[in-house]
């Protein structure tokens, strides 16, 4: 239609009615999960994540089909698009989320402009006024002369089709646990002034979340109810009081949650209350809301970038094979852009790196895996990189990355939270650390493996430790899913080839796996290696990892519980698990 003017307000309306239409099938989706806990359904709740997760692009995609038919590709386009913008922005006052709708915005804008950095005139740059608590439904229940009352009445207002087992048992525990992580703090238990949660249940995994905070006198402390379905009824699994206890169960490690708050804004800064450490960025985005947390994850970086004088230098640790990774030391943030050539013995291709980060978008993160967001046509001020990293990036990733005037354009960055690689940590840390790292590398393994993840790549500098000790894995290229893979014993040395060869290769098709030779992957210390294996030496037979796969096969699904079950104190001095 070239001469026509396109009509402002209804492609202003488009946009508008096309993320409508994109957060009403989010929010049924997650409607689901309610009805996937109470039944028990797992696997229906993992194809949801997966589902959910298709749902923004595949809209944007829709939205700009119809606008393409709309705008006019003379001269004066850009001008038209502005005016759109001007109009459906200053329909959007004062609406709740409404940096949601001005993202989807900005989506739909790029992809039609193929925008590189961002473009004032074409997209919304300033954030949203701030929402405040108000617009975010909360229950709150006054406490008197105890608290126990109010857990009683918590748990009859978050109600399920399947009753609870024992609802009275379960509000004593809450109570209990309550009272006392507050007489280890020294506070009085006549100081509770009320409980407030947040009007929606938490659903991740095999387990259902109420997220408050206790409003004492003193201070204000963080609660989270960890409920399960056992099948015979539900049950309150673990009361969750401690801030590192609650910032585990919110993250950048693991999965998104299914939630349906009145305000998703709202929701995001009640948690930043109790978790005031835990960035905005993190919190949005294990909310399921992944645009808006890649939205304020580029505004927190950039408004850094514009404070700071550091330049971009090389990551710590041992360069990739894959990727060119860098970083700010000044920021928590890592950079990773794939390389033109992989080095030996690599023999991926670029394409199948980027269906690999897909893979580990769209699955169970198990609390192993950094959440890692992608980033298309990314502007940085070429002056603010070391000039050796500025080289290395020029030549060897030319296919990616360029330089126009006085900026580096990162077509393709997978950005991700910077933790320290493991092989270092276990190098400075003390012989304690450095075991309960190696112990804990095995059972990442393990956590992984019972998602259906194989690594790949084993080694050390391949995994890191998070600032909670925690050991996550980070380099996706040759991940794959356990279900694909063949495990097998290595053949006798008198077979097809010596296996004193040290030029023997002994993967005879793409998917052999043989973890008897996952001992060349223990760069450690003999000490460190010994207790390795003492607890984690059945990674090296194939009989472990055929019986996981078998598993997998069959159907049979885990979760991993990111929180510790409680242990209980007994009169005589014992410790018992909280009890069925």
Avoid at 175 to 189: F, N, Q, S, T
Avoid at 397 to 423: C, F, K, M, S
Wanted: charged residues 30%.
């Amino acid at each position: 239609m070239a001469g026509r003017r396109p009509d402002i307000a209804r492609c202003a309306r488009l946009i508008y009615e096309g993320f409508e239409r994109y957060n009403r099938q989010f929010r049924r989706i997650t409607d689901r999960a309610r009805r996937r806990f109470e039944e028990r359904d797992w696997k229906g709740q993992i194809q949801d994540i997966g589902e959910r997760l298709e749902l923004y692009d595949r809209w944007c995609l829709t939205i700009q089909r119809q606008l393409r038919r709309e705008l006019d590709a003379g001269a004066d386009r850009r001008e038209c698009w502005r005016q759109v913008r001007d109009l459906y922005g200053s329909r959007l006052e004062n609406v709740p989320d409404a940096g949601f709708m001005k993202t989807f915005f900005n989506s739909i804008s790029r992809r039609t402009f193929g925008t590189v950095g961002a473009d004032g005139m074409l997209e919304f740059i300033q954030p949203p006024p701030d929402e405040g608590l108000e617009s975010l439904a909360r229950r709150r229940y006054p406490c008197w002369h105890e608290v126990e009352t109010g857990f009683r009445r918590i748990l009859r207002d978050f109600k399920f089709r399947e009753p609870y087992r024992d609802a009275g048992r379960d509000a004593h525990f809450m109570a209990a646990e309550v009272l006392d992580h507050a007489g280890r703090l020294g506070m009085d238990a006549g100081g509770f002034q009320r409980l407030e949660f947040i009007d929606s249940h938490f659903f991740q995994g095999a387990r259902a979340y109420l997220v408050g905070r206790i409003i004492h006198e003193r201070l204000t402390l963080p609660i989270v109810v960890a409920l399960e379905n056992t099948g015979d009824g539900i049950r309150v699994d673990a009361v969750l009081l401690e801030e590192s206890q609650v910032s585990n169960v919110f993250s950048y490690t693991r999965s998104y949650y299914f939630t349906d708050p009145t305000s998703v804004v709202g929701a995001v800064q009640f948690l930043h209350s109790i978790l005031p450490r835990k960035p905005i960025d993190e919190l949005y985005t294990v909310l399921g809301r992944l645009r808006q947390g890649k939205t304020e994850r580029f505004r927190t970086f950039s408004d850094h970038l514009g404070r700071s004088r550091d330049p971009f230098v090389h990551a710590e640790g041992d360069p990739g094979l894959v990727m060119h990774v860098f970083t700010l030391r000044s920021f928590n943030l890592v950079f990773k852009v794939i390389r033109d050539l992989f080095g030996y013995p690599k023999n991926t291709t670029r394409e199948q790196v980027v269906s690999k980060y897909r893979l580990v978008s769209r699955h169970d993160h198990a609390g192993r895996l950094i959440d890692t967001q992608e980033f298309l046509n990314l502007k940085l001020p070429a002056d603010r990189f070391e000039p050796g990293l500025l080289a290395e990036l020029l030549e060897g990733a030319a296919e990616t990355v360029q330089r126009e005037g006085g900026d580096l354009v990162l077509n393709r960055v997978y950005i991700e939270r910077r933790v320290r690689p493991l092989n270092l940590y276990i190098r400075e840390a003390a012989r304690d650390g450095a075991v309960a790292a190696i112990l804990d590398y095995g059972q990442a393994i393990k956590d992984l493996a019972e998602t259906n993840i194989f690594p790949g790549d084993l080694l050390l500098k391949n995994f890191g430790v998070t600032a909670s000790g925690r050991v996550v894995f980070y380099d996706y290229d040759e991940v794959a899913l356990v279900t694909e893979c063949r495990f097998r014993e290595l053949p006798e040395p008198d077979d097809d080839f010596d296996l004193m060869d040290p030029g023997a290769t002994h993967y005879i098709g793409p998917h052999d796996i043989f973890p008897e030779e996952f001992i060349k992957f223990l760069a450690m210390e003999a000490d460190l290696r010994k207790a390795f294996l003492a607890a984690h030496g059945d990674l090296l037979t194939a009989r472990y990892w055929r019986d996981v796969k078998h598993r997998r096969l069959a159907g049979e699904i885990t979760h991993v519980i990111p929180y510790r079950r409680p242990v209980c104190v007994s009169a005589a001095g014992t410790t018992t698990s909280r009890p069925a």
